[in-house]
């Protein structure tokens, strides 16, 4: 089962594209931006998990 790759930030709505290295995510897909990332701690506010480095897909799905 693939993750899903969600194309906003879930705190401030900015873009995120698959390819993008600006993408956090938590163990349950909560997604964020670098920036709201680091203003929370790097821990999601939706479950108290850590927040780490999204990984980037090619393009292909």
């Known amino acids: 089962m693939a993750l899903q790759m969600k194309d906003r930030c879930e ?11 600006e993408a ?6 909560c997604t964020f931006c670098r920036a709201c990332g680091r203003a ?3 821990v999601c506010p939706n479950c108290g998990g850590e927040l780490v ?9």
């Open 40 to 42: 929370m701690d790097h």
């Open 11 to 21: 705190r401030c709505e900015a873009a995120l594209p698959i390819d993008t290295d």
């Open 24 to 29: 956090f995510i938590c163990s349950y897909e």
């Open 53 to 61: 480095p999204r990984p980037r897909r090619t393009g292909r799905e």
